[in-house]
């Protein structure tokens, strides 16, 4: 079945892919499915006589609980990177895909010390393609990928979302022609494609319209906390090491950057009531002062928990991915890419789910208390100091 375009009706597409499942008996998988459309009321590339690359490209996916027997073959990372690389060109050949991502896959590999681009691109994700969709509402989780991100991101975090009752839409970071997310002004489109999604995902019979999440990592933060600013629908907001939070003196040209996103509407903190969490890597940075963005929202629910020893890749799938693909490498992170999954679901089970028996600040008590070396719930201080 050819992903879905503007031409495919989100509900005939339902349709059509939902099974004669007994979902009350089979044990539960989860399914993936591509979406490519078109948002017709933004222009991409204004020279192309292509009607598809005149109009702004939204790529997504979305991954969601499903019930039927043993499917095929899951989707490899590789198969993630090669869907990565048509965000904005849905026409690319796969062989071209292919050698991008294989491009892509040494680079990730050197850093993460793998011995092998194809040890990554054969990693087996336990994530199946085109699943029957579900015949119950779940709730939604909107998720905002890291600047030129992509699902392929934090992919193994979402198998687990979904495995725990959540459908996960995974929104391509994109900017203006031609693509790349390079200047303030691209962050604004990230926004938009948020906003389009949610209007798609609202409009398909399985989504819970009362319940809506947002997600983000790095770049993603800025996006999705002004998607926030923008919409009353969404419910609770995660924010894993976002740009939300800056740190002025390190970089003088991101400082300019950061200044001028404040500048491009919406940015009033203040309209965000929701709860909110940010988790963040260690941030032992010299800097001249710090914008801490949960101290300008009004929500009454609102966590910061720093990580001590964590990187910023321990907010992603990379971690899972590479000792997947090479057991033994080392990953130094104190574990804490294993403890992000668990704190996620228990903040959107509490807000999203409204289940009683979680509760995030109980449990970011017990991380402090019984293992104070590794967490801190203390704001960044704004102006570093040598202890």
Partial sequence: MKPATANTPLLLLFF?????????????????????????DRLFDTTSKELGQKFRPVKFEIYYPSFCSTPDSSVTFGDFLDMYDRRF??????????????????????????????????????????LPLPQKKYPLIIYAAGMNGGSWENSILFDSLAKAGYVVAAVYSVGKYPGYMT?????????????????????????????IGLLSWSMGGS???????????FKCLLSFDGTEIHYYGRDSSWDRQFDEIKTIPPFIPER????????????????????????????????????????HESFSSLFPI????????????????????????????QYLLNRKDVSTRDTI???????????????????????
């Fill in 16 to 40: 059509a892919m939902l099974g004669a499942c007994n979902t009350s008996q089979l044990p539960g998988h989860t399914g993936l499915k591509e979406f490519e459309e078109y948002d017709q």
């Fill in 89 to 130: 060109n849905f026409n690319r050949s796969r062989d071209s895909s292919r050698k991008s991502s294989f491009d892509f896959a040494r680079i990730i590999g050197e850093a993460l010390k793998i011995d092998a681009p194809e040890k990554l691109l054969n990693v087996a994700t336990g994530i199946y393609k085109d």
């Fill in 183 to 211: 200047d303030p002004v691209d962050l604004d489109e990230q926004v938009r494609d948020i906003m389009f999604v949610k209007r798609k995902m609202k409009s398909m019979p399985f989504i819970d319209h009362s319940k």
């Fill in 223 to 233: 996006a999705a906390t002004k998607a926030a600013m923008l919409s009353n629908d």
């Fill in 272 to 311: 965000i009531s929701i709860p909110y969490m940010y988790l963040s890597s260690s941030r032992n940075w010299k800097n001249d002062s710090v914008y801490i963005f949960p101290q300008h929202i009004h929500s009454e629910e609102k966590f910061y928990l720093e990580m001590k020893g964590a990187e």
């Fill in 322 to 349: 590479a000792k997947a693909a090479q057991p033994g490498v080392v990953i130094n992170d104190s574990n804490h890419h294993e403890r992000v999954p668990a704190l996620t679901r228990t903040f959107f089970n």
């Fill in 365 to 387: 008590s017990k991380m402090t208390s019984t293992e104070p070396g590794l967490f801190s719930i203390e704001y960044p201080a704004q102006k570093y100091s040598e202890k």
